[in-house]
């Protein structure tokens, strides 16, 4: 089950496509967080939907959100995947221990091995205030992203 809003997030340490070791906490005080779980690199949803984002960048930034995909595919494989598509946002690579920050949010899909579409914001404060989930296979919608962004600033208000 996923884990609820308004809930403490996991902190995790993940490398990112460049082999650089990111820890969320480093976020605390500083930016929201935008995590993006996304099944596998190069599948056509995931693909679909990352573009989506890369193309409106600006709706994270402008918010002072940190986007960050995670996948539990490689950091070799999300590097090749953001070179090819023109990522100019972090992924991280969820790969060994395989899935644990999937499972640690409760949207790691055992029988499939990879997580489900899933959406976190996270506050400057550490807190979950929004989130949404598809199953694999359905996109989020921008509109979702925008909504729950709406809700990460009704909060600090």
């Known amino acids: 089950m996923a ?3 308004d809930t403490k997030a996991p902190d995790f340490e993940l490398p990112n496509q460049f082999g650089e070791h990111v820890r969320l906490s480093e976020f605390r005080g500083k930016k929201a967080v935008a995590l993006v779980f996304f099944p596998l690199a190069f599948s056509s949803t995931c693909t679909t939907e990352l573009c989506a984002l890369r193309d409106n960048l600006n709706l994270f930034r402008a918010a002072g959100v940190e986007l960050m995909g995670i996948s539990v595919d490689s950091k ?6 953001a070179e090819r598509e023109g990522y ?3 992924l991280l690579a969820d790969f060994w221990p395989h899935g644990d920050v999937a499972k640690e949010y409760g949207v790691f899909l055992a029988d499939k091995g990879f997580a489900t579409r899933a959406t976190f914001l996270i506050d400057v404060d550490g807190m979950i205030r929004s989130s949404f989930i598809t199953e694999p296979g359905a996109p989020r919608s921008l509109g979702a992203y ?4 709406a809700d990460l600033h ?3 208000v």
């Open 76 to 81: 070799a494989t999300l590097r090749a995947f």
């Open 88 to 90: 100019n946002f972090t």
């Open 154 to 156: 009704a909060v600090r």
């Open 3 to 5: 884990l609820a809003n």
């Open 146 to 149: 925008k909504a729950a962004i």
